[in-house]
Nanobody
């Protein structure tokens, strides 16, 4: 069993930056691909970014490409999401997830964190 805990969310003005962290414990973190997803009120959970087990392959949603960067530190059992040039439409609860492969589908991930709120004001 893996436990994931997100942190780093908050309120930021449009154009600002935040860095989300997701600390993993339990099963061997370095064996899992990690993903970030988000869910805004009244909307379905959507893919944001994913990274493979050793960090040499990343994929981004078109809506965040060029603004967000996913990275991981296997020595610290932590995955990060650096978010720059934030927009009001980035407002959502952000979740990290762990699974066997770096896919964009939420159903492919076995473990989820509790989420952290990101609010971008205009």
């Amino acid at each position: 069993q893996a436990q994931l805990v997100e942190s780093g969310g908050g309120l930021v003005q449009a154009g600002g930056s935040l860095r989300l962290s997701c600390a993993a414990s339990g099963r061997i973190f370095s064996l899992y691909a990690m993903g970030w997803f988000r869910q805004a009120p009244g909307k379905e959970r959507e893919f944001v970014a994913t990274i493979n087990w050793n960090g040499d392959r990343t994929t981004y949603a078109d809506s965040v490409k060029g603004r967000f960067t996913i990275s991981r530190d296997n020595a610290k059992n932590t995955v990060y999401l650096q978010m720059n040039s934030l927009k009001p439409e980035d407002t959502a609860v952000y979740y990290c997830a762990a699974g066997p492969g770096p896919t964009t589908a939420p159903s492919s991930y076995n473990y989820w964190g509790q989420g952290t709120q990101v609010t971008v004001s205009s």
